[in-house]
């Protein structure tokens, strides 16, 4: 009684093309045994592309192959020759592999007899048609991508701060994601001022919530798309730029400007960035002894760890530095605009909140709640086509989640714009001409946020005894500030 191997394979594109799955297949195969008395030993299911042998299931079979008898003889069944493969090198390679472990490969719907020299010429023809057909899909697909990047359309996985989603025409487009889409508008503002490194812009850009690691951020920032241009590749190997249908989150003047600033080899004269919260001084504290600048460092005690600013050339000063960051907050807060600056002030912070802070939210506001209208009719569309069956249950649900994350992050920005708007009505109700506290918000600032405002009153005159600093800030600033 002979003895055989069934090999069952589909991949995800041909199973939706053709309609192939791996229980018909399977099932026609033990049919196929049992009226010609064949034992079957073991079905393989393979869930893998044929363009070479490098499948899971597969190395199994060839594995299990190698560890039985040689003198044994086995088959391996399949249903047809584009099961086995669609690369012709490969495949008569793999045959002469099976030859030589002393097993014979045959698909049962184009049989052929190897033993007949004829029978060669057939299976070329059975194994090269699976490679022509996969030629043809792969040009068909790349004649696809570029008409749809011609139409301004982009047909690829969308990049960070945009999703996917298909429009009621059934075309695949994309839009802006938040917060990823604002996190990445602020990265390419950064950039601009060339006063950041790339990598501290994103680590900034990583604390403020964008998923993005070092080398895809290096792409991010050279990918047009985000300018509302789509990079085509031309036929004769040429580039050019096609102006793309979705929505834009910079300008293309800062995308190009910031290209002008990444390309250029320059030295950037910003002091390194530590966004360590717990050494925001970096940078600008220098030792009172050899006149160094004093890094940051943790220090292992006998229950957690000490933050101290120490200098590393030789003098061993150290000091703490929660101690003298608390030194440096105490300063600040001392300081308070003097009585001609806070009128002053006042009466401009006044005309800024009600001229143009709460302008711009309100037309904010509205722009949010027309987009969400937007998102809400669209969805109300798309139930239609799916109660009169045009559309599919899949691509509705797709729809209805996709619906939700984009009003989802709609609504956290409405409640964003109402928070702001209730800020500047409490604002317009303090008495300006009072005392004002300019700094109490400092410790609520992020890392980034704290280094910028600490260069315009970096520390001066540490005293390494008592972890204390005074301030020191530039003769404009010294005439409408005072000390409490």
């Not at 300081?335 to 302008?359: C, H, P, Y």
């Not at 309100?362 to 969400?372: G, P, V």
Request: one cysteine or more; a positive charge; aromatic letters at 10%.
């Amino acid at each position: 009684m002979k003895s055989a191997y069934l090999y069952v394979r589909v991949s995800t594109d041909e199973q939706k093309r053709k309609g192939y799955s791996l229980p018909e297949q399977e099932d026609r195969l033990i049919k196929y045994c049992e009226s010609n008395n064949i034992y079957v030993k073991r079905v393989y299911r393979e869930y893998f592309s044929a363009k070479d042998f490098n499948r899971p299931e597969w190395k199994k079979l060839v594995s299990e192959l190698k560890n039985i008898l040689a003198k044994e003889e086995n088959d391996i069944l399949f249903i047809r020759w584009d099961r086995f493969s669609r690369n012709i090198q490969y495949a008569y390679e793999m045959l002469g592999i099976l030859r030589k472990l002393n097993v014979s490969a045959m698909a049962i719907d184009q049989q052929i007899d190897l033993s007949v020299p004829e029978s060669s010429v057939m299976l070329a023809i059975y194994l090269s048609v699976p490679e022509a057909e996969n030629t043809r899909r792969a040009m068909n697909t790349m004649n696809g991508i570029r008409k749809a990047k011609e139409m301004g359309r982009y047909p690829n996985k969308a990049p960070v701060g945009y999703v996917n989603m298909a429009s009621l025409d059934g075309r695949k487009i994309i839009v802006p994601k938040q917060p990823e889409a604002n996190i990445i508008r602020w990265a390419f503002q950064q950039l601009a001022k060339n006063i950041y490194r790339i990598g501290e812009v994103n680590e900034m850009a990583v604390h403020k919530g964008l998923g993005c690691s070092s080398s895809n951020f290096f792409k991010l920032i050279r990918n047009p798309a985000y300018c509302g241009l789509i990079l085509l590749k031309r036929g004769d190997g040429e580039t050019m730029m096609v102006k793309g249908i979705h929505e834009p989150l910079i300008p293309e003047a800062l995308f190009y400007e910031v290209q002008d600033v990444i390309n250029t080899k320059r030295k950037v004269n910003a002091i390194r960035v530590d966004l360590s919260p717990a050494f925001f001084l970096t940078g600008f504290l220098i030792c009172p002894l050899c006149c160094r600048r004093l890094t940051g460092s943790f220090s292992k005690g006998s229950t957690r760890k000490y933050p101290y600013y120490q200098c590393r050339k030789g003098c061993r000063v150290r000091v703490r530095a929660d101690k003298l960051n608390d030194s440096y907050r105490e300063q600040l807060q001392k300081l308070e605009l003097s009585g001609m600056a806070s009128d002053l002030f006042g009466t401009i912070l006044a005309d800024w909140n009600v001229d143009t802070q709460k302008v711009k939210f309100l037309y904010e506001r509205q722009a949010l709640r027309r987009q969400l209208g937007e998102q809400e009719t669209i969805l109300s569309r798309a139930r239609k086509l799916y109660v009169e069956n045009i559309l599919k249950f899949d691509d509705y649900s797709e729809m209805k989640s996709e619906f939700r994350r984009i009003t989802d992050g709609i609504r956290k920005e409405l409640c964003n714009v109402a928070t702001k708007l209730r800020a500047i009505e409490e604002q317009r109700k303090l008495d300006l001409r009072s005392s004002i506290d300019i700094f109490g918000a400092f410790e609520s600032l992020d890392t980034a946020d704290k280094k910028q405002l600490v260069s315009f009153f970096p520390p001066v005159d540490i005293d390494i005894k008592k972890s204390a600093v005074s301030i020191g800030h530039n003769v404009t600033l010294s005439k409408i500030l005072v000390c409490k």
